[in-house]
Nanobody, 116 residues
Framework: QVHFVESGGGLVQAGGSLRLSCVGS????????MNWYRQAPGKEREMVAH????????SYSDSVKGRFIISRDDAKSTVYLQMNSLKFEDTAVYYC?????????WGQGIQVTVSS
């Protein structure tokens, strides 16, 4: 059974940093592309960061490029999102996502709130 444990969210002042972690189990973590999405109130869910399997190439949405860093540790079945220079508009529920072909798994989401 696929399961995720997300941690590291919370309340932070604008300009601060947080590091999200997502530990996956029940699937072959290293075989999956890993993503972080977020959804703010009243808005659609958007992908903010992506990391490939094997060569760990990363990509980011324009809204977070230069501030967020995605990484993964396949030995620990964990994907991270380092969030720096946080802005009020980064406030959202953040979700980790694993995808490979027809398989698409989601974490339960973790709240990040940035106070202005």
């Amino acid at each position: 059974q696929v399961h995720f444990v997300e941690s590291g969210g919370g309340l932070v002042q604008a300009g601060g940093s947080l590091r999200l972690s997502c530990v996956g189990s029940g699937f072959t973590f290293s075989s999956y592309y890993m993503n972080w999405y977020r959804q703010a109130p009243g808005k659609e869910r958007e992908m903010v960061a992506h990391i490939t399997r094997d060569d760990h190439i990363t990509s980011y949405s324009d809204s977070v490029k230069g501030r967020f860093i995605i990484s993964r540790d396949d030995a620990k079945s964990t994907v991270y999102l380092q969030m720096n220079s946080l802005k009020f508009e980064d406030t959202a529920v953040y979700y980790c996502n694993a995808e490979a072909g027809p398989y698409d798994y989601w974490g339960q989401g973790i709240q990040v709130t940035v106070s202005s």
